[in-house]
């Protein structure tokens, strides 16, 4: 299951837009909903994470992202929204206010860390992000219709390309995290997990020759083998060690160095020592990098950022904001037609 920094960045490639356009061409007016919502200029400067400004647009999008969500549990569960009911301490208003700052700090971040790793977009990436506008928006009845419904979030052509060029440079950190000896996977600690193996283990006991020739037998028919992985577990269980799947470590130092040399899925050829005939399987370093590993990597990064608010973020009331914007909303369409990001 994805992490919530995967399933924010990820939701907002569905956001993908192509080359810049101008406001008569997106038909936005000067502040959209939220900023009207919220009475603030959309560009000013909200807050900072670790000394990027943010305008208030990006907060006041992951505010009302997050209304929605809360309110669309209230809704199912047949209980009237109050935002000044108690939660965790203080307000639903109040955590509200903080899970968007958390989702603000995560998409900063993501910035952030794109200049530290060099990551950029290319030419190609950024067709890409053309194509999938494209797609969708003609699974939303055309481009008019498209912008008619991201205009409900706050967002309009440019801001939508913003967001998902962010989404991407998302993605391009994981990859860069799953990179083997780039910065970023070193930075996840991916250099200092335990090297892992299986073996099949064919003790000498009384007759070392003897058990010379059942290694060869095995390792003859671990290379016959239509799916060697399989047949390598099947034959590790049959044979002499009992343990299974363990650090290099943990064995003799000799077949500890030949371990080292195998790649991933790699099995040796036989190796004597004291104990007898052995032959490695390198495995896949338990807590290696992955796509979960980076977001908790990010969020950690994230939540340790630096943050400063202005005090227009300071006054901002998450109970106002929410009932300018949905009264706003109404206005701009009849009651019953637009269904919110995760809400009603």
Same mark, same amino acid.
């Given at each position: 299951m994805k992490t919530r920094a995967a399933a924010l960045v990820l939701a907002l490639l569905m956001l993908s837009a192509c080359s810049?356009?101008?406001e008569e061409q997106t038909g936005m007016p000067p502040a959209?909903?939220?900023g009207q919502a919220a009475e603030l200029g959309e560009e000013l400067a909200l807050l900072t994470v670790d000394g990027r400004e943010v305008p208030a647009w990006r907060y006041l999008y992951w505010l009302a992202f997050t209304c929605d969500q809360i309110r669309a549990r209230y809704d199912d569960a047949g209980l009237t929204l109050d935002w000044e009911s108690a939660v965790n301490g203080g307000t639903l208003g109040e955590y509200a206010k903080e899970q968007a700052l958390a989702d603000t700090a995560l998409y900063a971040t993501v910035e952030n860390w794109a200049e530290r790793f060099g990551c950029v977009l290319t030419e190609a990436e950024r067709?890409?992000?053309?194509? =999938?506008?494209?797609?969708?928006?003609a699974d939303? %009845? %055309? +481009?008019?219709?498209?912008? +008619?419904?991201?205009?409900?979030s706050g967002l309009d052509r440019l801001r939508a390309e913003e967001m998902a060029e962010v989404g991407t440079l998302y993605a391009k950190l994981?990859?860069?995290?799953?990179?083997?000896?780039?910065d970023l996977w070193s930075l996840a600690g991916a250099g200092d997990q335990d090297l892992t193996v299986d073996r099949i283990l064919i003790s000498a006991g009384e007759d070392r020759e003897g058990a010379r020739e059942r290694a060869a037998e095995v390792f003859s028919q671990l290379n016959q083998a239509e799916d060697p992985e399989s047949a390598f577990s099947a034959l590790a269980a049959e044979g002499d060690d009992?343990?299974?799947?363990?650090?290099?470590?943990d064995?003799?130092?000799?077949?500890?160095?030949?371990?080292?040399?195998?790649?991933? %899925?790699?099995?040796? %050829?036989i190796l004597e020592s004291?104990?007898?005939?052995?032959?490695?399987? =390198?495995?896949?370093a338990e807590g290696s990098p992955g796509d979960e590993a980076f977001d908790r990597l990010l969020q950690a990064a994230a939540g340790e950022a630096l943050i400063r608010t202005t005090a227009d973020y300071e006054k901002l009331d998450t109970a106002a904001f929410d009932r300018a914007l949905s009264a706003l909303r109404e206005e701009e369409e009849p009651a019953g037609r637009w269904f919110g990001r995760g809400g009603k």
């Open positions: 810049s356009g101008t959209s909903l939220l067709a890409d992000l053309s194509v =999938r506008w494209a797609e969708q928006a939303h %009845g %055309g +481009e008019e219709a498209y912008l +008619e419904e991201l205009a409900k994981c990859q860069l995290c799953l990179t083997e000896g780039s009992p343990t299974g799947p363990r650090s290099a470590k064995l003799a130092p000799s077949l500890a160095e030949a371990a080292e040399a195998l790649t991933e %899925g790699q099995f040796s %050829g004291e104990e007898g005939f052995s032959i490695l399987r =390198r495995l896949a």
